[in-house]
């Protein structure tokens, strides 16, 4: 064979194989969290049957909706909510889906109190109010203060497009000292990983704080999105005060009665909400990627 035509199939042929191996790259967003089907994951998945084995004796509240808006645990119901409606197609079974609305539970849920030092709380969301304001997707909340003892909230509004929805995940609680805390994935960062959600799609967000580490961390689709560099909270502990109440999807200001601020950016939540799970430990990485794993897979 000629040799020069030799080299032109042997360039021919590594650009075909380096085209192959190349990472996609969607514009304006490289760090998009990974795709994955329910197909991906069959029978145990990182040795679990359901969502429901993981840490199951650091579990002290849960939220499933499947047919009940009742913490599963201690069993109370909520005080009120507004346009609150069940879906079928939930991570797991049903799901709560919320048109400007909320859960409010005035009742202690007995396990959120000032023995709850160390946390995980995990949630499957889909947000439909992006674009508009600030969503709080879960609180415990403590009465009379606008920002609650733990708040867990999604910048909304960041850089919506047609296809996309990006968002700053942005967390925080109340600590010991009478300061707040929080962690966030931000722009500004260098580890930026920004949750993308096209409509209709679920995602897992978890928060953890680990009061031995002293680290506060975020989570998305059992990748880690908090910065880092901006972890530690050093002797500024969680601190929650009791008794607390719970608000999914909504804050003191969206419930008749409970205004605390004339806040016109606190508005309830758009969009569904499943598998709300608070454990009184922070969760390792292994733990938090299997309750990906087991949501992707509907167990």
């Known amino acids: 064979m000629n040799i020069q035509y030799k080299y032109v199939i042997q360039l021919f042929l590594m650009l ?3 085209i192959l191996i190349l990472p996609s790259c969607k514009k304006g967003n490289p760090n998009n969290l990974p795709s994955v089907s329910p197909a991906d994951f069959a029978g145990k998945i990182e040795g679990f049957d359901s969502s429901g084995q993981v840490a199951s004796d650091q579990l002290i509240a849960y939220w499933g909706f499947n047919g009940t808006e009742a913490e599963s645990i201690s069993g109370i119901t909520p005080t009120s909510t507004s346009n609150a409606t069940y879906i ?4 797991v079974g049903k799901a709560i889906s919320l048109d400007s609305g909320y859960l409010y539970y005035a009742s202690q849920i007995p396990a959120l109190d000032t023995s709850l030092k160390s946390f995980t709380v995990s949630e499957w969301v889909q947000i439909q109010n ?13 009465p009379g203060q606008f920002w609650p003892d733990f708040a867990f909230l999604l910048e909304t509004g960041w850089n919506p497009d047609s296809d996309t929805s990006d968002f700053i995940v942005h967390p925080s609680y109340a600590d010991v000292n009478g300061g707040r805390q929080d962690n966030l994935n931000a ?3 260098d580890n930026y990983k920004s949750p993308t959600i096209p409509p209709g799609k679920w995602i897992n967000l978890v928060v953890t704080y680990d009061q031995n580490s002293q680290i506060f961390q975020i989570w998305a689709d059992g ?5 880092p560099d901006y972890q530690n909270r050093g002797t ?18 969206n419930i008749p009665g409970k205004e605390l601020t ?7 939540m758009v969009g569904k909400i499943d598998e709300i799970r608070v454990y009184k430990s922070a969760l390792g990485a292994a733990d ?9 897979a509907g167990k």
């Open 16 to 18: 075909v194989v380096g």
């Open 88 to 91: 079928d197609n939930g991570v």
């Open 130 to 142: 992006n674009g508009s304001t600030p969503t709080m997707t879960f609180s415990i909340a403590n």
């Open 187 to 189: 722009p500004w960062t």
């Open 223 to 227: 990748v880690m999105i908090g910065e």
């Open 236 to 253: 500024a502990y969680f601190n929650p005060i009791v008794p607390n109440e719970v608000i999914i999807g909504g804050w003191y200001n």
């Open 262 to 268: 004339s806040d016109t950016w606190t508005v309830p």
């Open 288 to 296: 938090i990627i299997a309750l990906y794993k087991l949501g992707v």
